[in-house]
C-alpha cells in the first residue's frame, strides 16, 4: 500500500502556470504507476496524465498534450504534474493515484490522495 498526499493547487489566470505534488509514503513506491486524475464540478472524473515505473512511457489525454508534463522523483517518493498555459476548463479538483497495474488503464489504480483544488480565472 502506499499513502498519497497531494499540494500546489491554487487560483492562477489564464495562461499561467501551476506544479502540483503527489507526496507518497511507502518503500515501494518506485515500483507503482502513477498518475494525475481531475474532476470538475458535474462532471466525472478524467484521466489526465500517467508515468510508468518499468518504462517510463508517459501517457496525457488530448486536452492537456504540450501543455502539462507528468514526472517522478523516486529519491524522494513524490509525483509532479507541470501543468503551463493554464485554461478555464482545467479547472478541478486534480487527484494523485497509483497502481501496480497497467498505467494507463484508469480503472486499475486503487489508491488515491484527498485532491487539490486547481481554478483557473479568465
Known amino acids: 500500500q502506499v499513502q498519497l498526499v497531494e499540494s500546489g493547487g491554487g487560483l492562477v489566470q489564464a495562461g499561467g502556470s501551476l506544479r502540483l505534488t503527489c507526496a507518497a509514503s511507502g518503500r515501494t513506491f518506485s515500483t507503482y504507476n502513477m498518475g494525475w486524475f481531475r474532476q470538475a464540478p458535474g462532471k466525472e472524473r478524467e484521466f489526465v496524465a500517467a508515468f510508468s515505473w518499468r518504462s517510463g512511457n508517459t501517457y496525457y489525454i488530448d486536452s492537456v498534450k504540450g501543455r502539462f508534463t507528468i514526472s517522478r522523483d523516486n529519491a524522494s517518493n513524490t509525483v509532479y504534474l507541470q501543468m503551463n498555459s493554464l485554461k478555464p476548463e482545467d479547472t478541478a479538483i486534480y487527484y494523485c493515484?497509483?497502481?501496480?497495474?497497467?498505467?494507463?488503464?484508469?480503472?486499475?489504480?486503487?489508491?488515491w490522495g484527498q485532491g487539490t483544488q486547481v481554478t483557473v480565472s479568465s
Open positions: 493515484a497509483a497502481t501496480r497495474g497497467y498505467y494507463r488503464d484508469y480503472r486499475q489504480y486503487v489508491n
